[in-house]
Each structure stands twice: as C-alpha cells, then as structure tokens.
Nanobody, 120 residues
Framework: QVQLVESGGGLVQAGGSLRLSCAAS????????MGWFRQAPGKQRELIAR???????NYADSVKGRFTISRDNAKNTVYLEMNSLKPEDTAVYYCNAYTSGTLFGTHEYWGQGTQVTVSS
C-alpha cells in the first residue's frame, strides 16, 4: 500500500518559515520525481517545486528564492523549506510522487495535504 504522509503545516506570520515533510512508503522512492503542489481556495492546484530522482530541482516563479525542495532517499522523505512566507502562500500543500519509464511503468501518487496559513 502506497502512502505519502505530509507534516509540518500550520499557522505562521508573514515573513516566517515552515518546513514541510512528506514521508513515503510502499514505493521505490529513489526512482520517483517528488513534487510539492498547493491549492488555495477557489484556485487550481499548482506545482511549486519538484525534485527529480537525480536531485535536479525546479521551482515556480512565485516561490523561487524563498522555497527549497530536498530529498533524503535513505529516509524516503522529501522536504520543502519555506522562508519569507507571504499571505498569498496560504494553501493546502500536497506531496506528489511520479515516475514514468519502460521498466516500472507510469505511477503517480498524492498525499492527503497539509494546511499552511500565513497571517499578515
């Protein structure tokens, strides 16, 4: 059974920091690209950060320079370090695991989400 379990969300003041974690189980973690998405009320879910199996990272312009994604393959965990938080970062944050290849096929999984609220 595949599980992605996020933690670390909460309420923080503008300018503050939070660190989200996503612990994966039931998958061969190191072959998956891991991503963090977020969805604010009334808005579409958006990809904000992604790290490949080879640890190449990509960020949405809205978080570039403030957020850092990293992974620890020994712990099957991906992190999102969020600094200089703004009220517009308020959203539910979701962890995503994705792999596509001839050997293992295509698989995608989602976590249940964790709420991040940034007060002004």
């Amino acid at each position: 059974q595949v599980q992605l379990v996020e933690s670390g969300g909460g309420l923080v003041q503008a300018g503050g920091s939070l660190r989200l974690s996503c612990a994966a189980s039931g998958i061969i973690f190191n072959i998956y690209a891991m991503g963090w998405f977020r969805q604010a009320p009334g808005k579409q879910r958006e990809l904000i950060a992604r790290i490949t199996s080879s640890k190449t990272t990509n960020y949405a312009d809205s978080v570039k320079g403030r957020f850092t994604i990293s992974r620890d393959n020994a712990k099957n965990t991906v992190y999102l370090e969020m600094n200089s938080l703004k009220p517009e970062d308020t959203a539910v944050y979701y962890c995503n695991a994705y792999t596509s290849g001839t050997l293992f096929g295509t698989h995608e999984y989602w976590g249940q989400g964790t709420q991040v609220t940034v007060s002004s």
